[in-house]
């Protein structure tokens, strides 16, 4: 297995790094336009692959075009967020555009069956673009699956239970469109509402979804970028398709929405393994339907904003 991260940046390396500590790839690739960068990177991949008895293949490279044979793609390249301002995912958009209708382009003759996983925000709407010039059959954005953690993580604070005790999902955007799924929550295995009603403690949902939704921002001001929670969702969507778990994952892809002409990249709960496989939306309650369909129409139009101009 032939795995290439493009874009080593704050994300990326965690991202690879973890990768290969699970041992997912036999071989893996590192991209990144910072002349230098990659292979240092790789440098430390190979000192740390050492202590974990991994003997897997590892390239750097500085130009997309170099990437060739691998089995799946990670595109993490583009401009984050900047510490300190307020500003959205969806403002990186335009220029992010740009970077990963270049590497979809370039990367797709010489990766032929590849399967794309697209990490640059505003990730919705860059899954898009990559699916429109990479035309390859596989490709997902991370979607909400970083967000699925942060709430399971948040209602295990609040109701004082293990985190391997709360089960739920997170629909929708990437960002302020986010979905919190309630219907899909199960604490102790039970349903929210149910174990709220025998529960000491109180979980309210604006709170939740606001911790939820804000949390990045808190990381980001403070360390400059989120790493390890990204880089552990990030895995997961990785080992579901390498090793075929079809578990359910709240990934982001293609998906027809009546009003909107096209399949809109929209996250929502999936059987996620070697392919994209039928998600969880006709079992949810029309309520929360509206809100991934609400996601989906601003998805859309930043997409329809950032094709504009390319």
Not at 99 to 111: D, H, L
Not at 205 to 227: H, L, M, P, Q, R
Not at 272 to 291: A, C, M, R
């Amino acid at each position: 297995m032939h795995i290439a991260q493009i874009g080593v940046g704050r994300v990326g390396r965690p991202t690879a790094y973890s990768i290969m500590c699970c041992g997912l790839a036999d071989e893996i690739t590192v991209c990144d336009v910072k002349p230098g960068l990659a292979q240092a990177f790789a440098e430390e991949l190979k000192h740390a692959s050492v202590s974990l008895g991994l003997d897997v293949g590892i390239n750097a490279c500085e130009r997309d075009e170099e990437v060739s044979g691998a089995d799946i793609i990670l595109i993490s390249a583009g401009q984050p967020r900047t510490p300190g301002v307020n500003m959205s995912r969806r403002d990186l958009a335009v220029q992010n555009a740009e970077i990963v209708k270049f590497i979809a382009e370039t990367t797709s003759s010489r990766n032929k069956g590849a399967k794309y996983i697209v990490i640059t925000n505003p990730v919705d709407a860059m899954a898009m673009v990559c699916k429109r010039y990479s035309k390859a059959d596989f490709v997902i954005s991370t979607g909400t699956n970083l967000e699925s953690l942060r709430f399971r993580s948040k209602l295990a604070e609040v109701f004082a239970v293990p985190r391997s005790n709360v089960q739920g999902w997170v629909g929708g955007e990437h960002g302020e469109e986010a979905a919190l799924l309630w219907s899909t929550v199960k604490i102790n295995g039970l349903p929210f509402e149910k174990y709220a009603k025998i529960s000491d403690k109180v979980a309210e949902k604006e709170k939740v979804a606001s911790y939820v939704k804000t949390i990045s921002k808190t990381i980001v001001d403070n360390i400059g970028g989120t790493e390890y929670g990204p880089a552990a969702s990030f895995r997961d969507i990785v080992r579901a398709i390498v090793n075929n778990t079809c578990e359910f994952l709240s990934v982001a892809a293609p998906m027809k929405i009546e009003e909107i002409p096209e399949p809109v990249f929209v996250s929502v709960p999936r059987r996620l393994g070697k392919e994209i496989g039928f998600s969880i939306y006709n079992e949810l309650p029309e309520s929360e339907k509206q809100e991934i369909i609400k996601a989906a129409n601003t998805i859309y139009q930043t997409f329809l904003t950032v094709t504009g101009g390319l």
